[in-house]
């Protein structure tokens, strides 16, 4: 059974950082497409960024309110995905989703963990 | 800012069809890219409910249907039930802005 656990949420002023993380099981980390999605108190869903699998080179794509202060990665070993969250933002605030990609749906989800930038 | 656009409300009575539309352009669903569908209920982390236009994961009831069409897509919500109401958003990716794109999601509402 696929399961995502993310871990890491909390409060952090402006411009302070944070690292958030998904755990992964049910299934080999460093062959599947993985995605953050974020979605701010009351509003819509939002892409955040995208991991490819070690085969397809394991790049990373993000969107871009959040291109040069994201970066994802993972840790094969710990079967942990990460979300480096630098120069932090009050509109980061949200909760932040793991999902797996499977032919461009983010086919399974994780709870979320909450990120509140407040000062 | 979501490019793709939805309904903010849907409402029907129990038994009732209720359709969501998901408007696009040529960057995303217009360019043939897949659309997928979400389902998520208060308080709860969204679940696929519609992946590839028109497939149903395993569990997910045939009540619920997907259709797309040039810079459009649909869900059909068929045999309304109290436990349909949610909040649901669509789901491309955009070859212009090289990511993905949700919809700006729509409540429905059994009355």
């Known amino acids: 059974e696929v399961q995502l656990v993310e871990s890491g949420g909390g409060l952090v002023k402006p411009g302070g950082s944070l690292r958030v993380s998904c755990v992964a099981s049910?299934?080999?980390?460093?062959?599947?497409?993985m995605n953050w999605v974020r979605q701010a108190p009351g509003k819509g869903l939002e892409w955040v960024g995208r991991l490819k699998s070690e085969t397809d080179g394991g790049t990373t794509d993000y969107a871009a309110p959040v291109k040069g202060r994201f970066t994802i990665s993972r840790d094969d070993s710990k079967t942990t995905m990460y979300l480096q969250m630098n120069s932090l933002k009050t509109e980061d605030t949200a909760v932040y989703y793991c999902t797996t990609i499977s032919g461009g749906s983010c086919y399974y989800w994780g709870q979320g963990t909450l990120v509140t930038v407040s000062s | 800012q979501s490019v793709l656009t939805q309904p903010p409300s849907v409402s029907g009575a129990p038994g009732q069809r209720v359709t969501i539309s998901c408007t696009g352009s040529?960057?995303?669903?217009?360019?043939?890219?897949?659309v997928h569908w979400y389902q998520q209920l208060p308080g709860t982390a969204p679940k696929l409910l519609i992946y590839g236009n028109s497939n149903r994961p395993s569990g997910v009831p045939d009540r619920f249907s997907g259709s797309k069409s040039g810079t459009s897509a649909s869900l059909a919500i068929t045999g309304l039930q109290a436990e349909d109401e949610a909040d649901y958003y669509c789901?491309?990716?955009?070859?212009?802005?090289?990511?993905?794109?949700f919809g700006t999601g729509t409540k429905v509402t059994v009355l």
């Open positions: 049910g299934f080999t980390l460093s062959n599947a497409w």
């Open positions: 789901q491309s990716y955009d070859s212009s802005l090289s990511g993905y794109v």
């Open positions: 040529s960057s995303n669903i217009g360019a043939g890219y897949h």
